[in-house]
């Protein structure tokens, strides 16, 4: 008996607007993926505006 399964894994080619639905729908991998996706853009800008590499990581944390 088979019943129904959820995805763990995302897509290679899963595109901006899908992740963003999946997360919305409290898929983890989607929001996972999200994170990863935009973690250094995530760092760089509050370091730019903290000056502080701690406090940065801190606050992508």
Same mark, same amino acid.
């Given at each position: 008996? #088979?019943? $129904?399964?959820?995805?763990?894994?995302?897509? *290679? *080619? @899963? +595109?901006? @607007?899908? =992740?963003?639905?999946?997360? =919305? $729908?409290?898929?983890? $991998?989607?929001?996972? *993926?999200?994170?990863? @996706?935009?973690?250094?853009? =995530?760092?760089?800008? *509050?370091? +730019?505006? =903290?000056?502080?590499? +701690?406090? $940065?990581?801190?606050?992508? #944390?």
């Amino acid at each position: 008996m #088979q019943g $129904a399964t959820t995805s763990n894994t995302v897509p *290679a *080619a @899963a +595109g901006d @607007a899908e =992740l963003v639905k999946r997360a =919305l $729908a409290r898929d983890e $991998a989607a929001v996972r *993926a999200i994170i990863k @996706a935009n973690n250094r853009r =995530l760092y760089r800008l *509050a370091r +730019g505006i =903290l000056h502080n590499d +701690g406090e $940065a990581e801190d606050v992508v #944390q």
